[in-house]
């Protein structure tokens, strides 16, 4: 294993910890990111360019609606007088 091989490793163990964890919006994201890193990986005939880019920006679509949810939930909790 190479050094270069680690974030394939951590970006699956994440999904498979989220999944764990009952963790659906994080288990796709981390899988995106996971699916985006393999594809980079491989040759550039092997997997077309806009189906390895479809994963990189679906997953970055997820991390923004979800980072955005809880802005608007914790912005809703706020109590000011």
Same mark, same amino acid.
């Given at each position: *294993?190479?050094?270069?091989?680690?974030?394939?490793?951590?970006?699956? %163990?994440?999904?498979? *910890?989220?999944?764990?964890?009952?963790?659906?919006?994080? %288990?796709?994201?981390?899988?995106?990111? %996971?699916?985006?890193? &393999?594809?980079?990986?491989?040759?550039?005939?092997?997997?077309? %360019?806009?189906?390895?880019? *479809?994963?990189?920006?679906?997953?970055?679509?997820? &991390?923004?609606?979800?980072?955005?949810?809880?802005?608007?939930?914790?912005?809703?909790?706020?109590?000011?007088?």
């Amino acid at each position: *294993m190479d050094w270069n091989d680690w974030p394939v490793v951590l970006w699956i %163990a994440a999904t498979f *910890m989220s999944l764990l964890r009952r963790r659906w919006m994080d %288990a796709t994201w981390s899988a995106c990111f %996971a699916a985006f890193v &393999v594809f980079d990986r491989l040759l550039p005939t092997a997997i077309p %360019a806009p189906l390895k880019y *479809m994963f990189l920006i679906v997953g970055v679509a997820l &991390v923004v609606t979800e980072v955005l949810k809880d802005y608007a939930r914790d912005k809703k909790s706020l109590v000011t007088k």
